[in-house]
């Protein structure tokens, strides 16, 4: 019952006020199916080619969310989206975590057939057992989505894509191999983007970025001083800051919401130490 109520919820937000959310395509990737849970049947679903695109499509105001990938329990993080995530205006008001279970899709009916297999990087990561075991002498070849490796394989006889069960049916292939990933706790969070500030719920997380100055101790300093404060982390991600000396942007996950003092606080003192810093956005904390 309470799932048909957020249905009808979302659904009726999604008519009203005529979302447009970008997601990289084709259809038939996890995030195109994790999209239509969190917004509701009725959304808009926008495919783009590349995660890039997607951000892209909401800065023009094409689009009026993200939901982008940004880690894996298995894989890690995800890299496309944390460049994005450093540049982008936009602020993250939503998160989702979910199970990721993992097919073997083909035009073919057994695995002795299957010369290729065609998936996105993180998904031969995170099914790289099976395959050294089941198809040791098969090639893979990465491509830019899951969905788009369903598409690649239904037009080769002699290939599979790792892929969800949504592919299979919308590209008419078989199922050979059914749920091969190596964790069965295997687990991908979601972000997602807009232009405004989500509402406070008293379970939140916040998303900060953050340079430190090139010199020892610098990112201790900020660690030590919100561990003498009790101030609780999530998450803590870096990136090289792609300007060629070394530098690195931190992206950290703080338990609350902007609007608590506690919270204040914690992002005084990291602004106040770093190089460079921006506020990426509060959120309710996902349950998964």
Known sequence: LGRCVREIRLTGLALEQGRDV??????????????????????NAVAQEDIAAIFRSVESRACDYVVAPIENS???SVNETLDCLADTPLKVCGEIVTAIHHQLLSKATSLEKIKHVYAHSQA???????????????????QSSNAAAASR????????????????????LNGLAQNIEDNPHNTTRFVV???????????DRTMVM???????????????VL?????????????????????YLFFVDLLGQTDEDSVKGEVQVICARAALFKLRGSFPRAVG
């Open 22 to 43: 970008a997601f990289l395509g084709p259809a038939g990737t996890y995030t195109h199916a994790e999209l239509k849970k969190h917004f509701g049947g009725a959304v």
């Open 124 to 142: 031969f990561q995170q099914c790289r057992q099976w395959l050294q075991t089941h198809l040791p002498r098969a090639e893979l070849i990465a």
């Open 193 to 203: 983007l807009g232009r405004n500030q989500a509402a406070a719920t008293g379970d």
């Open 74 to 76: 298995v894989g890690g």
């Open 210 to 224: 953050f340079s430190m100055p090139n010199q020892a101790g610098a990112l201790h300093g900020v660690l030590g």
């Open 153 to 172: 394989a239904a037009q080769d006889v002699d290939a599979a894509a790792i892929a969800s069960r949504e592919a299979a049916s919308l590209y008419g």
């Open 227 to 247: 561990a003498e404060r009790e101030i609780s982390m999530s998450r803590i991600e870096s990136r090289p800051l792609r300007n060629g000396q070394w530098d």
